[in-house]
């Protein structure tokens, strides 16, 4: 009985909400209410993961195999919304759970033992220290936790030294492979690796990070991203 006094007075002080419509959260929800999880824009990259124009997209830039996206990409749409929440109001548990719905999708799909190991992109160190966490490192955990694989912080950003930082930000966009670097050869070389972001624009920086991966002998590497397109 006095359990549920604290729970309604944490509730109280401490109110959960869904984090897109606000409505109050029942007991079994976290961070989305029903409604607004059954009606997220899950797209079906999963059942043409190697012709797609996520695909297209990268095509010229790497030699990755399987992209998909969990959710459509459309501006000021709820992807958006959720994408903006982890970026700006520090929602670990929020990527984990979109992690974890998109790897039950993929689980029903067959795609349990696609891979060796998940690898996140990398957060620039400075924004990681600011956001506090690195929401692509989440999404990948509720992919592995899902999947029952193992997630490996594989890569890092690369410390510029003097010459590399006098370079301009052109020339370094146009040199994203310079950017990433594997900080332990040892576990993912000869491993299908899933490389996991929170979104793909360009993807100049997954395949930067594809390419590195592919360059330090992982056997094959497939990309994954919380949301795409638009
Ligand atoms: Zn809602």
Redesign the pocket.
């Known amino acids: 009985m006095r359990l549920f006094f604290v729970k309604d007075f944490l509730d109280l002080v401490f109110p959960r909400n869904?984090?897109?419509?606000?409505?109050s959260l029942y007991d079994h929800e976290n961070n989305?209410?029903?409604?607004?999880?059954g009606t997220l824009p899950v797209t079906s990259y999963h059942l043409r993961p190697t012709d797609n124009d996520l695909c297209d997209k990268v095509k010229g830039l790497s030699t990755v195999g399987m992209v998909m996206a969990y959710l459509k990409f459309t501006k000021g749409g709820n992807s958006q919304k959720l994408l903006h929440q982890l970026k700006y109001r520090n929602k670990p548990q929020l990527a984990k759970e979109l992690g974890s719905l998109y790897g039950k999708i993929l689980n029903e799909n067959g795609y349990s033992k696609c891979w060796d190991v998940i690898v996140p992109v990398p957060l620039h160190p400075l924004k990681q220290s600011r956001r506090g966490y690195n929401q692509s490192e989440h999404f990948g955990l509720g992919l592995s936790e899902a999947l029952s694989l193992k997630l490996e912080n594989g890569i890092q950003r690369r410390k510029f030294t003097e010459t590399q930082t006098q370079k301009s930000r052109l020339e370094r966009m146009f040199n994203m492979d310079d950017v990433f670097e594997v900080s332990n050869y040892s576990t993912l070389s000869g491993k299908s690796i899933l490389l996991v972001d929170d979104v793909m624009t360009t993807g100049a920086t997954l395949c930067a990070c594809a390419n590195v991966l592919l360059g330090n002998g992982a056997k094959n590497v497939d990309l994954v991203t919380i949301a795409a397109g638009g």
């Open positions: 869904c984090l897109l419509c606000g409505r989305l209410c029903s409604i607004c999880k």
